[in-house]
């Protein structure tokens, strides 16, 4: 158990408003990701920080931005919602030593755009 | 990128033994094998990962084809609970976009 919290872990929206879903991790991981998961699509990588201020793009970035204040908190911000988001999202961590280390995920969120 | 391919679906007795195939004939030499499992209504969890060599611990084995174009993870006693959706990924040197595909859905018959 790597410490990961994940909040808020359901949330309804309407489309257009923001959304900001918050990862946090007592673990000092360095590595944190964001995932999206949908029927038929598996786990697809959104975002992933490999340090404080230090983000990169995932496969599925377009709508989405995140940011790394501090090592243990990982925010995933829509900034304006759509249907097309409703989705579960998942963040995970890695300890970062060494390119072997396994990640560890939180419980999810559950997002509904209406 | 390397891609795998997993059978959508498996079922197995409860305490008989599950092989779970994985293919990955475009797998580079820097790919690592990962295998994770989900849980209903949990996020992925790791079960193991290999390069060359078979590998075990106590969630599983790994057994890794000679020329690394297949891999599979065998649970040696499968019960109730290793019923879960499992990710076969690979894993390249470097690379922290790592993909999961839509995995093995395991049912285990009591």
């Known amino acids: 158990d790597a410490g990961i919290t994940q909040s808020p872990r359901h949330k309804v929206t309407e489309t257009g408003t923001p959304v900001t879903l918050r990862c946090h991790q007592t673990?000092?991981?360095?590595?944190m990701y964001w995932y999206r998961q949908d029927p038929g699509h598996g786990l697809r990588l959104i975002h992933y920080?490999?340090?404080?201020?230090?983000?990169d793009k995932g496969e599925v970035s377009d709508g989405y931005s995140v940011s790394r204040s501090k090592t243990e908190d990982f925010l995933l911000t829509l900034e304006s919602a759509t249907s097309s988001q409703t989705s579960v999202y998942f963040c995970?961590?890695?300890?970062?030593?060494?390119?072997?280390?396994?990640?560890?995920f939180g419980e999810g969120s559950r997002l509904t755009v209406l | 990128d390397a891609k795998t391919t997993q059978p959508n679906s498996m079922e197995s007795n409860e305490e008989e033994p599950v092989h779970l195939p994985c293919n990955h004939s475009?797998?580079?030499?820097?790919?690592?094998i990962h295998w994770y499992r989900q849980l209903p209504s949990q996020g992925p969890e790791y079960v193991i990962h290999?390069?060359?060599s078979n590998v075990n611990n106590r969630m599983a084995s790994l057994a890794i084809a000679e020329d690394r174009k297949s891999s599979t993870l065998i649970l040696h006693r499968a019960t109730l609970r290793d019923a879960a959706v499992y990710y076969c990924?690979?894993?390249?040197?470097?690379?922290?976009?790592?993909?999961f595909g839509t995995g093995t859905r395991l049912t285990i018959i009591p």
């Open positions: 475009t797998i580079s030499g820097t790919d690592y």
């Open positions: 673990e000092n991981h360095r590595y």
């Open positions: 290999g390069l060359t």
């Open positions: 920080s490999y340090g404080v201020k230090d983000t």
């Open positions: 990924i690979l894993r390249k040197r470097g690379n922290e976009k790592l993909t």
């Open positions: 995970a961590t890695r300890t970062g030593t060494g390119d072997t280390g396994e990640l560890f």
